[in-house]
């Protein structure tokens, strides 16, 4: 759960950070010391592959036929495509870009299942607590080779553990609770939201190491001076997540606009370019191709991800993208053709290994995505508190697209900031976070907050579909107990005021159900748009009578995630609270 704890920097002596991403997943790590001299002096180490080496790795994962865990990434992808050559894969798990997932369920719980590429099903909490335990010991590991002596403790390693600003609470609890199987202590972890993460980063990077749009004062993050409010869009695989801050006098940031954001990261480009070879061989050909030579569908993946940086809107002449021969090779066996002729389409030519398209139709693979993203931010621009924003920083993997800058630029005459190596910048910044949690200092609500309480029943105004009889009388079962608004202002140690909350059952602990709606004002959780997310588990004194077993609860909303404190009311003495997921 989230603690309570006041965080100081000075008590971590290292810092490590796992970003776990739609697409690729890295870890980095600082440690104190170089963080005193140097903030940006944070290691991040690459994964090997055939023909380089990248900082991160793809967030593919491969289990046995025993459900064990086998490998990640690179050496995922290159065994997975190793056993469909020999045919041997049909009893293994393979999971890839699944992270989505922990969006678009909202009812996720740790008894929440995945389906791998065949459609075989495996828990969720197992893939999740897999690779970030895969990522634990490789960082440990390269850490203790930085050390000198013995090397570190695990109590002595404070852990930073990314998620998209626009995930649920139930979403984020999963992925503490991920971490605590891996290994990863609860008090030891903190969760970074990662358009916030990046603009952390970008706030201690110098201007040589930006990126500025045409037109730009030659000035960088470094040069905007308090008051400023800007938009950080934070363009991943998966999602587009998006906040606006504006910064402080004292140096810490405020949220003034809610996160928001969407399913529209370079992902969707990515399946677009897919459904247009589909278009061209068929859905039963490319659906053999991939059964048969996985290592060459793999070699599509990583080709098209890195020609994807180089299309332009300027770009006139045909892209030429690699296609291995194995896909034509089944093209020509189920069309009993000969291979030696050349393939036309009206937009594209296939021949041999290469599939040479318009450049037309190249940049309309992008068009979609890019057009969701800019329709999207411009809705947010409407808003009142957003109408003051003057500058745009563009973070993320896929805002190394050319064709995402540019869109975003012809459509917004603000002030665009792109550090270099953008896709690195949330992963430094979760390092950064880690040794000051306190840096974004307040935020903005997302939605309104209740817990389903029990009141005495009101005759005449509460629903007689509300009314119980309990030890004869009667009570309201489903009032909404607000806590929050939806908007609301909430500095990072600011408490919700106390809300007394009674027991009609002789247990041992209170299960208090939490709901979220967008309205600000609500009676009964019972309404359209109230969703139940988790339920706040309280510890009650035993040892006292019914009548004295009621608890005061606070919830704190002013950090990344929920957390909440319990008292008993009667004697004022602090209990166990906690929010947990769905059972």
Known sequence: MATWAEDSASEKLIVAAIDFGTTYSGYAFAFKKDYTSDCQNIRIHGATFKGGLSLKAPTCVLFDEFGNFHSFGFDAENTYAELTAEDEHHEWYYFRR???????????????????????????????????????????????????????????????????????????????EAAKKAGIRSHQLDIALEPEAASIHCKHISVNKQELSDGDDCSGMESLRPGTRYMVLDAGGGTIDITVQEIQEDGTLHQVYMANGGEWGGTRVDQEYEDFLIAIVGKEIWNQFKKRHMDSYLEILRDFETKKRTITPDTKNRITFKVPVALREVYDEIHNLDSSGDIKGHYWLWKGDKLRVDAVETKRLFSSTCEAIVNHVQKVFREKDTADVSVILMVGGFSESPMLKAAVKERFSKRIIIPAETGLSVLRGAVLFGFDTKVISLRVMKHTYGIQSIRPFRKGKDPDSTKTMVKGKLFCVDRFSKHVN????????????????????????????????????LDYCDTDGCCYIGQLVVSLPTDKPLSERGVKVKMKFGGTELAVSAKVTATGETTHAEFCLFE
Do not use: C, H
Request: proline share 2%; no cysteine; net charge negative.
């Open 98 to 176: 699944f992270k989505m997932m922990l969006y678009s369920n909202p009812s996720i719980s740790t008894q929440s299942i995945l389906l791998d590429d065949k459609g075989k099903s495996l828990s969720a909490m197992t893939v999740f607590s897999a690779i970030i335990s895969y990522l634990r010991r490789q960082a440990v590991s390269k850490i203790n080779e930085r050390s000198i002596g013995a090397g570190f403790m695990d109590e002595e390693i404070s852990w930073v553990l990314t998620v998209p600003a626009i995930w649920s609470d139930q979403a984020k609890k999963f992925m503490r």
């Open 486 to 521: 939806k908007g609301q202002s909430v500095n990072i140690n600011e408490e919700t005021e106390e809300i007394d909350y009674s027991t009609v059952e002789d247990n041992a602990q209170m299960a208090l159900k939490v709901y979220i709606t967008d309205r600000y004002e």
